[in-house]
């Protein structure tokens, strides 16, 4: 079983940066696993924003390629996501998940049915 804590949310301006953290317990190896980070907004389906598999490929929605990175330090067992010229639009509820299909690429990074654990979510709120 994989447990996954999201932290690092917060309110920031627009134009902002914020860095999240995943942080995986439970015997578990972020490196066996393809990660990814998803977003929720009220009244949104929930959406994929970033995922990185366990090969370090990378995939990102075209609504924040060039301001976000996903990354992730395997020592820590932990993944971020660097969010940089924040946006309003970018004001959701941030889950880390983690996907048993490690080696998935592309689109598959993002689709939530790929995923096998989530985290609680860290709420982040950008204003204008």
């Known amino acids: 079983q994989v447990q996954l804590v999201e932290s690092g949310g917060g309110s920031v301006q627009a134009g902002g940066s914020l860095r999240l953290s995943c942080v995986a317990s439970?015997?578990?190896?972020?490196?066996?696993?393809?990660m990814g980070w998803f977003r929720q907004a009220p009244g949104k389906e929930r959406e994929g924003v970033a995922g990185?598999?366990?090969?370090?490929?990378?995939s990102y929605a075209d609504s924040v390629k060039g301001r976000f990175t996903i990354s992730q330090d395997n020592a820590k067992n932990t993944l971020y996501l660097q969010m940089n010229s924040l946006k309003p639009e970018d004001t959701a509820m941030y889950y880390c998940?983690?996907?048993?299909?490690?080696?998935?690429?592309?689109?598959?990074?993002?689709?939530?049915?790929?995923?096998?654990?989530w985290g609680q979510g860290t709420q982040v709120t950008v204003s204008s």
């Open positions: 439970g015997y578990t190896d972020i490196g066996n696993y393809m």
């Open positions: 998940a983690a996907a048993g299909a490690s080696r998935a690429v592309g689109w598959l990074q993002l689709q939530r049915w790929v995923y096998n654990y």
């Open positions: 990185i598999n366990s090969d370090g490929r990378t």
